[in-house]
């Protein structure tokens, strides 16, 4: 029995072995479950949902992170110098979502005008284009993923909006295979950081669902005011030649950028302009000029300027809307008011002469904030050229550096100044304050204020010495404005006409 014992006692290491052998597979395979597990649930979002892959990494933009994360700071690196810049006030914007290699970089000026903003959820607004559904969706939970890795849904808001009356439904189905939001992400992952989604998608809506639309979405901006900000996804018309489509385009981006909304909705149905986010666009536009913001538009191109066809092109326009700021720059000193005109007549001289633009370095002061200004050239006291910029986008040495070559060179009523005027151009400097909208014509105060008047896409300025000047009175000044806009002369009593009152800083050498 003994001998028994011994002898199973000698084969007894095999057994061990095994059991050894055994007990390390169960800790793998116990290793393997849990990373599993824990892959499952990354996968899975705050809310259990499973991650939203990517559809278009490989099509519409690079499937390479580091390809994608090279290309898109490219884009925005071109943008800013570019000067898309955005203001403090800009809560939202309208970027194209076709392929980057056809509008990239025009999509690229919207973000760099998004850049220092503060938010911490962007909701995208896009228009569906293969599911077919009523009213507007809403992707409900968990997170998306591109490339350059994963941005979460904020349910938080996403449950806000889908209690608003019926409007926004949970719908994700509907955002299958759809590339008009999917497009934006990467831009805005290289924008953003701890960034928080909320995608929403247009179907089939009439004119009171975008006025609903509107609505909703000023509610959610306003009570997230400074936190959120909102991504528009469109393209404009599509497969028209070159001249065609620039012709319709531009006459879209003016309504856009003058806010009417319901001229826009009319033109769209008569097929005489095109977006294919048109709901998407009409909501931001009403929900911006409801609050008495402002819109923008930064950047135009087609296809047809970025790929090569121009027999059957396609147009990508970037705009912004912001928050009117009414606050006057401060007034200029005697030192501040001579270093503008010294700038202006450096500009004027180099530019006229060698084509060449001088680099101004100020870096300080109130020459660098930004502020609306006019450049005006006289010879012999005969107006000579005069191009300005209404809203405060860029710096005020540097308007004034454009505006004085855009007066020299790009006023269509003369010819380009050449060398030997330059001796006899006087340059006169207009430094506006911000537009505020007037609710009625006895706000205008003739010798005070400047005059901007929109109305169905059609814009129109006149500076406050020009009423002056001419002795008009205040219907005058309204009337003149009006025809500057290339409007009827009494379209300033129509109901969709704004007007808008400044004041200037005016000075000459």
């Not at 040495?397 to 004085?404: I, K, L, Q």
């Not at 109305?455 to 008009?472: E, I």
Request: aromatic share 8%; proline share 4%.
């Amino acid at each position: 029995m003994s001998g028994l014992l011994d002898t199973d006692r000698g084969n007894m290491e095999p057994i061990k072995t095994l059991r050894k052998s055994a007990t390390i597979f169960l800790a793998l395979c116990a290793a393997v479950t849990l990373l599993f597990v824990s892959s499952l649930a990354a996968d899975a979002g705050q809310s259990g949902a499973v991650v939203k892959k990517a559809a278009f990494a490989g099509s519409f933009y690079p499937a390479d992170r580091h390809e994608l994360e090279t290309l898109v700071d490219r884009y925005l690196k071109n943008a800013a110098s570019e000067g898309c810049e955005g203001s403090p006030g800009t809560f939202a914007v309208i970027a194209p979502h076709a392929g980057y290699v056809y509008s990239g970089q025009v999509a690229a000026c919207s973000y760099a005008a998004l850049k220092g903003q503060k938010a911490k959820t962007v909701i995208l607004l896009g228009s569906s284009h293969r599911a077919s559904f009523d009213g507007v969706a809403v992707y409900p939970e968990g997170s998306w993923e591109t490339p350059l890795g994963r941005v979460s849904i904020d349910s938080a808001m996403v449950k806000s909006l889908a209690a608003s009356g019926g409007t926004i439904k949970q719908v994700p189905s509907v955002f299958d295979g759809e590339h008009s939001l999917e497009v934006q992400l990467p831009f805005l992952q290289r924008t953003f950081k701890d960034l928080k989604i909320v995608p929403l998608l247009t179907g089939r809506i009439q004119k009171e669902g975008i006025v609903k639309l509107s609505e909703i979405l000023k509610g959610i901006m306003s009570r997230n005011k400074g936190r959120t900000v909102l991504v528009v996804s469109s393209d404009m018309s599509h497969y028209y030649s070159y001249n065609t489509a620039k012709t319709m385009d531009i006459s879209t981006l003016r309504q856009i950028e003058g806010l009417s909304w319901e001229a826009l909705y009319g033109g769209i149905a008569a097929k005489e302009n095109e977006l294919c986010g048109a709901p998407a666009v009409l909501a931001a536009m009403k929900m911006t000029r409801d609050i008495g913001g402002e819109a923008q538009v930064l950047g135009y191109a087609n296809s047809g300027d970025t790929a090569g066809d121009r027999s059957r092109v396609v147009g990508y326009g970037s705009v912004l809307f912001a928050q009117s700021d009414h606050r006057d720059l401060p007034p200029l000193t005697g030192l501040e008011k001579k270093k503008l005109l010294s700038i202006a007549r450096k500009t004027l001289d180099e530019y006229v002469t060698s084509k060449t633009v001088p680099h101004i370095d100020i870096k300080e002061g109130r020459l660098t904030q930004r502020s609306g200004v006019f450049v005006t050239l006289n010879r012999h006291g005969q107006l000579r050229g005069c191009i300005g910029s209404i809203k405060p986008v860029a710096p005020l040495n540097r308007s004034v550096v454009e505006m004085t070559v855009a007066a020299a060179s790009r006023d269509t009523r003369f010819r380009p100044v050449a060398d030997d005027e330059i001796k006899d151009i006087s340059i006169e400097i207009s430094v506006l304050s911000p537009l505020k909208p007037i609710k009625t014509p006895n706000e205008i105060e003739v010798g005070r204020h400047g005059l901007y008047i929109m109305k169905d896409g059609y814009s129109g300025l006149l500076l406050p010495q020009v009423a002056t000047h001419y002795k008009w009175n205040r219907e005058e000044f309204l009337r003149n404005t009006c025809s500057k806009a290339g409007l009827p002369e009494d379209a300033w009593k129509d109901k969709g006409a704004r007007i808008f009152i400044f004041s200037a800083q005016v000075f000459s050498e």
